[in-house]
């Protein structure tokens, strides 16, 4: 069965870095889009970025274009998601999701159980 | 950018009853909708995706319609595992965007 698994989440300084790293099992990694979708305290969700099947295109939320990047190594099966400049506002649980269609993505389908960025001095 | 927005904000249902929730686009997207559902404390799950297509394994007393620019999400008969969160998104064009979300809870 689809296995998503997320790590890399903590607490970070304002102005900082992280790297999210998420694991796919079950499927054909190499067929897929993969998105990040976070979850502020208290909020709705939030699409952060995708990134397709071959890592050919990539797109990003507003809120983070610039600052947040998003790639893959088909090889290992794994999505990473770069956050640089990390702000208050960017303090959420982050999801790793597959895509539901094919080469031409769609919406995010099967989801990971998340990992928590908290960015606090 | 394409606006979502969902009415109500939350509403108040008893085990039974037949639920709408309503999506608007502020543009028209077709039919490349989707709705989801979140439980505190959990990932959210895919119920319809192309604004009426059901998610393999999610029950039947949901339902998903509407194109353009309005949809609606229906629970036939209200069950105590329905009571969440539930987020319409669109995928017609980048960046893809969620709902504000309408909360269902028990009366």
């Known amino acids: 069965q689809v296995q998503l698994v997320e790590s890399g989440g903590g607490v970070v300084q304002p102005g900082r870095s992280l790297r999210l790293s998420c694991a796919a099992s079950?499927?054909?990694?190499?067929?897929?889009?993969m998105h990040w979708v976070r979850h502020a305290p208290g909020k709705g969700l939030e699409w952060v970025a995708l990134?397709?099947?071959?890592?050919?295109?990539?797109y990003y939320a507003d809120s983070v274009k610039g600052r947040f990047s998003i790639s893959r190594d088909n090889s290992e099966n794994k999505v990473y998601l770069q956050m640089n400049g990390l702000r208050a506002e960017d303090t959420a649980v982050y999801y790793c999701?597959?895509?539901?269609?094919?080469?031409?993505?769609?919406?995010?389908?099967?989801w990971g159980q998340g990992t928590l960025v908290t960015v606090s001095s | 950018d394409i606006q979502m927005t969902q009415s109500p904000s939350s509403l108040s249902a008893s085990v039974g009853d037949r639920v709408a929730i309503t999506c608007r686009a502020s543009q028209g997207i077709s039919n490349y909708l989707a709705w989801f559902q979140q439980k505190p404390g959990q990932a959210p799950k895919r119920l319809i995706y192309?604004?009426?297509s059901l998610q393999s394994g999610v029950p039947s007393r949901f339902s998903g319609s509407g194109s353009g620019t309005d949809f609606t999400l229906t629970i036939s008969s209200l069950q105590p595992e329905d009571f969440a969160t539930y987020y319409c998104?669109?995928?017609?064009?980048?960046?893809?965007?969620f709902g504000p979300g309408t909360k269902v809870d028990i009366k």
């Open positions: 998104q669109q995928y017609k064009s980048y960046p893809l965007t």
């Open positions: 990134i397709w099947y071959d890592g050919t295109n990539k």
């Open positions: 999701a597959r895509d539901g269609g094919g080469t031409i993505p769609t919406s995010p389908h099967y």
């Open positions: 079950g499927f054909t990694f190499q067929n897929y889009g």
């Open positions: 192309t604004a009426s």
